[in-house]
């Protein structure tokens, strides 16, 4: 455990793609046991950063703490048995099947001495279950719906049974119902299982509905972070986003909902100059 008792952590990273810099002297730590989600707009680092807290990413400068230690000090299997990520954009072999896809969550934990066994093969009915994707083992990853092809990354990442779960943009493709049910599943896998989840949206509402601890950035720095009924106002929003709104309560969850503002607000309201006007 690190110094300010969070499993997982970051102090001062500086982040670059070749000799771009995404980001310099950030700092989170996310909450033990949160469904932690990460917030801002295009190009403001939020997916670099959660590649830096998983190990895709080694930073130029600074630390992930990882349990204590620098992420960078275990072997890859170790992060593996403590991490769980599903990136961005994933690609199934041709032909693999559901239930030979999730088993492939069980591989950090095999080895030489230890090859597949019983309880790999109950933990990978348990996720399938988890998941709502039991019935779909036998099929081919690439013949399924957007949605349940969702489903079926995340029963790999759960197989791993690991109690961190990163996610980058897990709705991202989706329509909106199948978006709102890989939402609730993460949620249900967060308040049921116990594991923290880190997940990287693009969606404000969804963000702000889910999440039990919310980090909002801009241009590779942390703007706020915390509850989004503690943080969440018009202005941090519009500070983040350019996004003229109006903040108020979810009528369903009474959570913060974000409504942008109408035309005529966000242009200045230069809808409201007559035409031909001076």
């Not at 001062?12 to 909450?31: C, G, H, Q």
């Not at 279950?129 to 949605?147: M, P, Y």
């Not at 969702?150 to 119902?177: G, N, V």
Request: hydrophobic content about 40%; glycine content about 6%; some cysteine.
């Amino acid at each position: 455990m690190s110094a300010n008792g969070t499993r997982l952590n970051a102090t001062e990273l500086s982040l670059k793609y070749d000799e771009r810099t995404v980001a310099e002297n950030l700092s989170v730590s996310i909450p033990d046991n949160s469904f932690t989600i990460i917030i801002g707009p295009n190009a403001c680092g939020k997916s670099t950063l959660l590649r830096a807290l998983s190990r895709m990413l080694a930073p130029a400068r600074g630390v992930v703490h990882l349990d204590g230690a620098d992420i960078s000090s275990y072997p890859t299997k170790e992060v593996a048995r403590r991490l769980g990520l599903l990136p961005q954009t994933c690609i199934a072999p041709d032909g693999i099947t559901v239930a030979d896809l999730v088993a492939r969550g069980r591989y950090p934990h095999q080895g030489f001495l230890r090859q597949w066994t019983k309880e790999d093969a109950e933990i990978v009915s348990q996720s399938l279950r988890q998941t709502n994707v039991f019935e779909l083992a036998s099929r081919c990853v690439d013949e399924l719906s957007g949605g349940q092809r969702q489903r079926a990354w995340i029963a790999m990442a759960l197989a791993q049974q690991t109690p961190l779960l990163l996610l980058d943009e897990p709705t991202t493709y989706l329509d909106i119902a199948h978006q709102i049910d890989v939402m609730n599943l993460c949620a249900d896998l967060h308040e049921e299982g116990g594991r923290t989840i880190v997940a990287v949206l693009h969606e404000l509402n969804q963000a702000a509905r889910y999440a039990t601890h919310l980090i909002v950035m801009r241009a590779g720095k942390v703007l706020a972070e915390g509850p989004p009924a503690e943080i969440v106002t018009a202005e941090l929003i519009e500070h983040a986003f350019d996004l003229p709104c109006t903040v108020m309560a979810d009528p369903e969850t009474g959570t913060p909902m974000i409504v942008p503002a109408a035309r005529a607000r966000s242009r200045g309201r230069a809808a409201e100059v007559p035409l031909g006007s001076s």
